[in-house]
C-alpha cells in the first residue's frame, strides 16, 4: 500500500514539475528547423539557460509565415515570430499582433543603422543569382547582361517566399518605372516559380535551370560543407538587394518574459556564432572568433540596395502587380 502511495505521488511531482516548464513557441521559416538549419543548435543552446521547452514551428517561407499570422490573427500559437524581413516589417506592424523588444544591442553588425522598436535583426545577406562554375563559363555581370542573355532561370514567389519578393525590390529598385518591361523580357526565361527557396535550389541543383535566385552566401555551404568550390554567385554591377531578417514577439503571448529573453539570446554568441554554417547568412552580431575561412567570397558586392522601411509597402504592391501582369501574358 506505502510503495502504491508512494509510486503516485512520485507522478504527481513528475507530473507538477513538468507541468511548470512553459514552452515558448517560435514560428519561423521552414529551413530553419531540419536538422541541417540552424534551429536545432539554436534549441539546444537556449534550453541549457531558460529551463524551458524551445518549439520551433515550420511555416513555409518568410511571406508564407506573415499569412499564416495574419490568418490565425490573435489566436496565434507563437510567443516569437523569426524569419519575417525588411520588406515585410511594415505590412506586419499593420496586423498589430506584435510588441515591442526592450532594445536594440549596441553592437550590431548591420551596413545600415537599426532603430526599429518592434522588430530585432538576427542575419543579413544580399540576393543574388547563383550558377554552377563548370556548367557555366561566363556568367552575367549586371543585370542588364542577364536581360540580354538566354541564361535559364529558377525564381520564387514573392507572395510566399521572401526571396521572391526581394526579386521584385530588386528590379523595381534598378529599373523604377520601366520594371514591367524587365519582367516581360526575362519572362519566357523563368523555367519554374517555385512557393519557398529550398524547392527552387533543390531543382537548380538538379540541373533544372542555369542559374537559380538565391544569396551571395549560398556559395560558402558548397565550399565549407560540401568542400566544393563549383557554385558562385553572379555579382551584378548595379548592386545587390539586402535582406535583413527579423524577429519579434507576439503581443499576446502569455510567455513575455521569456519571449524577452529568447530576443536578447537572439543576439549573444551563442546565437549568432550559429547563423553562419547553418544559415548561411551574415549574422547580425559579428561572432567573437570572426567569419568561417572561405565564408566571405571573393568579389562582394560594391553597392547595397534597400527600400526604406516605412516606404516599402506601397511598392511593393505595385511591383507585385507588374510582375503578376508579365507573366500571365
Known sequence: MKRSLLAAALVTFAGAAWAETPTLTVYTYDSFVPDWGPGPLIETAFEETCGCDLVFVGAGDGAALLARLKLEGARTKADVVLGLDTSLIANAKATELFAPHTGVPSDLNLPVAWTDEVFLPYDWGYFAFVYDKTQMA????????????????????????????????????????????????????????????????????EGEADMVLSYTTSPAY??????DDSKAAAVFDEGHYMQIEVAAKIAGTEHGQLADEFLEFMTQDAFQS????????????????????????????????????????????????????????
Not at 558548397?222 to 568542400?227: D, K, R, S, V, Y
Not at 558586392?301 to 507573366?327: N, Q
Open 138 to 205: 561566363n556568367a552575367p555581370t549586371s543585370f542588364a547582361e542577364l536581360l540580354e542573355s538566354d541564361v535559364s532561370i529558377i525564381i520564387q514567389d514573392p507572395r510566399s517566399s521572401t526571396p521572391g519578393l526581394g526579386l521584385l525590390l530588386w528590379v523595381k529598385e534598378i529599373y523604377g518605372d520601366k520594371a514591367a518591361e524587365v519582367w516581360e523580357t526575362l519572362s519566357p526565361r523563368i523555367v519554374t516559380v517555385t512557393k519557398g527557396w529550398s524547392e527552387a535550389y533543390g531543382m537548380f541543383l
Open 222 to 227: 558548397h565550399l565549407i560543407a560540401e568542400e
Open 274 to 329: 550559429i547563423i553562419p554554417t547553418t544559415n548561411w547568412m551574415y549574422p547580425a552580431v559579428l561572432p567573437e572568433n570572426g567569419l568561417p575561412e572561405g565564408f566571405i567570397a571573393e568579389n562582394e558586392p560594391e553597392k547595397a540596395l534597400l527600400f526604406p522601411i516605412d516606404g516599402v509597402e506601397s511598392i511593393r504592391k505595385e511591383a507585385l502587380a507588374e510582375w503578376l501582369s508579365a507573366l500571365s501574358q
